[in-house]
């Protein structure tokens, strides 16, 4: 990789890039420290300068010829992101034009979000006044990324935060780094000065030493909900943004489209290998088609392919190690032993863990009360709307949720009553625009993602009052 800020750290330590699939090294990257943080704010420091002089039209024209670029270039993307994360094929062109998308998005945003007139006379006492706000960049901002969208999810960091005029510290994961740093690429070669963006792969004590910095105002973290903790904590004060997971549930009602709930609930539960953060993980099925749904869906996750992600036929890839597999595999094997019976799947070999249905799951187990990360998926019975209602709210957290009707009422009752960030109607729980907010309910969500939103997280407001004395 060409990415000369990667060198900034002068240390002789190298984090191997693993193929999840076969095991094999695919790069390698300079492993940064804790110790060399303080050169890393020294970069950032000029770029943070830098950004925030670039015009709004120049930070416009960088993140659109990058977008152009990436999708000039979106199938050699497309091959990295299935070589370092495991994503299929098709999966990974997906994420592709998700970045594009993002990075125009982004685009976007430079030019017209600048801020607004503020109507002063509207209120007695400021007749004499006229003004507005303008949005002006917070500074520096560190971005935590992490394997499972080791594009697109970059993307909604650096996008927004470019068009804001900040500079960014990214520590992207290192089980996942190369699809990051090419995009970073992409950027410079686009025209932004490479101080803007300062990539530091490391582990937790570098992150933990990016975190507590007082020069950064900014952490944009995507990830488990441990480390968000650990990185409360130790943040201080400046602004968190975090997007923690979830356990998204899916309800299907009896009046909704049979084939079609079925055909949405196998691709949202097994997307990137269940590696989903909004993936259906629980299916609240009205008990009245509740075994046709049971058959139909455990014959069509049957027949998904699952194995190497480079050929076009594969459904399912790997995880990102043996070792994720072996979790899953262990989650799974615990309910079952409380009760859970067993649909389809729980075969493994090596990284690649096969789709997974059961059903009669304790609902006091980690596999119905906790995200699962994992080709996963448990099947409910439910009488009616009000128990599914009950049960999906029942975690601490929540990011989507999704429901089949074709009972208009009922949907948006349904809307109205399920604590998430966002909920798809007629749609699988994993679906995302990537102009929307994205963001969770309860339990350890903070700020929004989405283009725009982040954008304004990442700005602040200015205002600017004239008081007219004649």
């Not at 075969?347 to 789709?355: F, K, Q, S």
Request: hydrophobic residues 45%; aromatic residues 6%.
């Amino acid at each position: 990789m060409a990415n000369s800020n990667l060198a900034i750290a002068n240390v002789c330590d190298q984090i191997e890039v693993f193929n999840p699939f076969d095991g094999s090294i695919i790069g390698t990257v300079k492993e940064v420290h804790a110790a060399d943080v303080k050169m890393l704010l020294e970069q950032a420091r000029i770029g943070v300068q830098i950004c925030a002089a670039l015009p709004r039209y120049r930070r416009s024209q960088i993140l659109e010829l990058a977008a152009q670029n990436i999708e000039r270039d979106a199938k050699s993307f497309a091959k990295l992101i299935t070589q370092e994360a495991g994503k299929t094929v098709k999966q990974a062109e997906k994420e592709v034009k998700r970045c594009v998308n993002t990075l125009r998005l982004s685009a976007d945003e430079a030019r017209r979000n600048a801020g607004e007139v503020l109507p002063f006379d509207a209120y007695e006492g400021s007749e004499s006044r006229q003004g507005w706000f303008s949005r002006e960049p917070l500074g520096l901002i560190v971005a935590i990324t992490p394997y499972n969208d080791p594009l697109n999810l970059v993307a909604h960091k650096l996008g927004p935060a470019i068009a804001g005029g900040n500079a960014v510290i990214l520590k992207p994961s290192e089980l996942a780094p190369l699809s990051a740093i090419k995009l970073v690429d992409y950027l410079f070669e686009a025209g932004l000065p490479q101080s803007v963006v300062t990539v530091a792969t490391g582990g937790a004590e570098l992150g933990k030493a990016l975190v507590a910095s007082r020069e950064v105002r900014m952490i944009s973290f995507t990830g488990g909900f441990v480390t968000g903790e650990h990185i409360a904590r130790g943040a201080g004060l400046k602004k968190l943004a975090m997007d923690l997971g979830g356990n998204a549930p899916v309800i299907v009602l009896e009046d909704c489209d049979l084939e079609a709930a079925v055909e949405s609930c196998v691709s949202g539960a097994f997307w990137a290998a269940g590696q989903n953060c909004i993936g259906a993980q629980r299916l609240l099925i009205q008990e009245t088609i509740y075994e046709e749904f049971r058959e139909r869906f455990v014959a069509l996750s049957s027949k998904l392919v699952v194995g190497n992600p480079a050929l076009e036929s594969t459904d399912v890839g790997p995880m990102i190690s043996a070792q994720a597999a072996m979790n899953a595999e262990k989650v799974v094997g615990e309910a079952l032993q409380q009760g859970a019976k067993l649909l389809c799947g729980h075969l493994r070999e090596g990284a690649c863990y096969a789709a997974t249905v059961l059903e009669n799951v304790s609902h006091n187990s980690l596999l119905w009360c906790n995200e699962v990360f994992a080709p996963v998926v448990v099947l409910e019975p439910v009488t009616g709307l009000d128990e599914a209602i009950a049960f999906a709210n029942e975690p601490d957290y929540s990011l989507h949720a999704g429901i089949f009707t074709n009972d208009l009422n009922k949907a948006l009752s349904a809307a109205r009553r399920i604590e998430a960030g966002g909920i798809m109607i007629n749609d699988s729980s994993d679906y995302r625009f990537d102009a929307m907010p994205f963001g969770g309910f309860k339990y350890g969500s903070l700020g929004r993602e989405g283009v725009r939103f982040a954008y304004e997280d990442m700005t602040q407001p200015k205002v600017i009052c004239i008081n007219k004395l004649n």
